[in-house]
């Protein structure tokens, strides 16, 4: 994606929100995700891709894209990039993941707003709001009770 003034904290607000999803995926090792790319398992990639991201998102919102990549040296450590599609409603987002042993990256390649404004400030606060909206609620009902 062409990087524009509002891409860096774009990607900061995704990044923020999908930082649970990332570590989850972590927690994965790195060679069982490297096999599965290179074997083109796409549908095992989706079903790990999906018991994270069910974890702390509304179904749908967080889904494998279908693509990544990987970077493994000979005594070096490896990382893994995963293609995601997010879809909180009324913004879908194309974004690759990298993972790495000690932390996790996002990089937005397309962003799609529904109804989108004319003013990019009002858009990056729908793209928050929307995020934030998808997110299971913790520790609410537990206030409210």
């Known amino acids: 994606m ?6 860096a904290q774009r990607e ?3 990044a923020e929100a999908i930082s ?14 490297i096999s599965l790319l290179r074997f083109e ?7 790990l ?14 889904n494998f894209g ?4 990987y970077k493994l040296e000979w005594g070096g450590p490896a990382e893994v990039t995963l293609d995601l599609e997010i879809k909180p409603q009324g913004v879908t987002i ?3 993941l990298s993972l790495a042993e000690n932390h996790a990256g996002i990089e937005i390649n397309h962003i799609a707003f529904e ?3 004319a003013d990019p400030d009002e858009n990056t606060a729908l793209l928050a709001r929307s995020l934030r909206d998808s997110r299971y609620a913790i520790g609410g009902a537990a206030t409210a009770a």
């Open 115 to 117: 109804k989108g404004s």
């Open 12 to 14: 900061r607000i995704l």
């Open 94 to 96: 194309y974004a690759r």
């Open 66 to 69: 279908l693509g990544g990549d």
């Open 49 to 62: 891709v999906a018991s994270a991201a069910e974890l702390y998102f509304l179904p749908g919102t967080v």
């Open 41 to 47: 398992c796409y549908g095992n990639l989706a079903d």
């Open 20 to 33: 649970p999803v990332a570590s989850e995926l972590r927690l994965l090792d790195a060679a069982d995700l």
């Open 2 to 7: 062409k990087k524009c003034p509002y891409s």
